[in-house]
DNA sequence: CGCCATTTTGACTCTAGTCAACTGCCGTGG
DNA sequence: CCACGGCAGTTGACTAGAGTCAAAATGGCG
């Protein structure tokens, strides 16, 4: 993947502007579209890059908006969601380090995003990111992965939210959060959960009430340790996976 | 997007294949994939492709069997699901001529697919499909845009699964194939459903029952009128539009 | 220490699900 | 030609799982 070439990369983009993490040393490169690009090259990216830090609660994304920045989240939780005209919200998805936010290509914004913790992420102005997809074509092929993956994703969501009691989808979210917590070096036991339980239940297509009930009662079943807050504890993987499976 | 070239698409692709219906006469080709190819060079694009026709019913793509070959609809309607282990059902999306099968360039198929309808579709060798991209980056191009489309349209499915009422699903998804029909030409105003109430039912994410009570419900309201079966006609479109977000 | 947001719990309601019966339609075969 | 069987759709009666409303408990933070 990395071709023979001498690497200032430091310097390059040091040079340029001043980043507080050069993106050959991004801990979320590997994960994400920037791998798709040699370190020799990595200038050209950091020179349309911008990196920004989201305070807790901020709204940077807004439906229906102009869509003029993608995002590559470096740090923090982000929450993707959708309105309806009434205020019910269904959440879409969950953004870690590593995951990138833009991906519909269309002139506007199809959800909304707001930062659950404290979020550092890479903006890219998306007319100049679009140029670059002409001298790296890695990088298409890389968001049609990306693409990919996401599709496969809403799918499992879709039938999850079509087709599961609260109990499934509940255990079906822990098992996520814990998959995903391992695939970027985290922590995999004590899953972390960073988004309230009424964010859960916005993504579950359930009420906070619910999803409080639930976890109550996974508890009461040993499936789980409630620790302090935001900190769960899987007791039994295996039981919990037969679980989300409706077994 | 038509490049100056001697067009013996005809010759060439019966030369090469008889197919019943050159690439470059296809009626569904603007809608697709295909389009990224220009008309001097679809031979290459003839030369990997068979035409497939399914008889109603027939399973033809099964959740996780190796994702040998990418599906281009030309006529008729398939359902695409996911099952749980005790049969639960849930319908991720029905395609109709023009749509895609096979987004997801993972190892196996996400999905399962069946013919609601009897259907036509053109069926391409993945890895012959893959190597096309290289030379033709246009396709690749328009394969992002199609996983942006279809992305938008699995963020509004969760919407729809996650917090709308069952009245609003219903209107939701007659809406829906009333907004298709219009985008590949067809009629508009009665709305053909050419699949059953238990798969609106799958893809909505509620029960026959439900769904025909929803039909009911609606015709008395003055919503809609049955006409006869699989045929639906839109009485009162703006009203249906303010049922479906929930007003 | 005390406030406020979040979470949990309880009591009750209601939407959609379940189970069952009935209708209508179509194709098959006597 | 019509009787039969089977499937799709509708309707009814009842149930259950999740939602609603309200209040108490917990916990983080100034």
Redesign the interface.
């Known amino acids: 993947m990395k071709s023979a070439c001498a690497q200032q990369v430091q310097s390059l983009s040091s040079g340029k502007e001043p980043l507080p993490e050069p993106c050959a040393a991004c801990a979320a490169r590997v994960l994400s579209v920037c791998d798709a690009i040699d370190d020799c090259d990595l200038d050209r990216l950091a020179a349309i890059t911008s990196v920004q830090d989201i305070a807790r609660h901020q709204i940077f994304v807004t439906e229906g908006d102009p869509a003029d920045h993608l995002f590559n989240v470096t740090d923090g939780t982000v929450k993707v969601y ?1 309105l ?3 205020g ?3 959440i ?1 998805g969950f953004l870690l380090a590593g995951d990138f936010l833009g ?4 002139e506007r914004y ?2 909304s995003a707001e930062a659950v913790t404290r979020v550092r992420c890479c903006r890219f102005p998306r007319k100049q990111f679009a140029a670059l997809l002409t001298d790296f ?1 890695g990088i ?2 890389r ?3 990306i ?2 993956n ?3 994703a ?6 999850l ?4 009691t609260a109990r499934e989808r509940v255990s079906t979210f822990l098992l996520m959060l814990s998959r995903r917590a391992a695939r970027s070096g985290g922590t995999t036991d004590p899953v972390i959960l960073p988004m309230t339980r009424t964010d859960i239940a ?1 993504y ?2 359930l009420t906070v009430e619910t999803v409080s009930r639930t976890f109550t009662q996974l508890k009461k079943g040993g499936f789980i340790e409630l620790r302090e807050a935001g900190i769960v504890h899987l007791s039994n993987l295996s039981a919990l996976e037969d679980l989300s ?3």
Request: charged share 25%; aromatic share 4%; glycine share 12%.
């Open positions: 959708k309806l005209p009434d019910r919200q269904q879409t991906l519909s290509f269309l199809g959800c074509p298409e092929r968001l049609l992965g693409a990919s996401e599709l496969a809403a799918q499992d969501q879709m039938v939210l079509g087709r599961k916005d579950l297509g499976q409706g077994f």
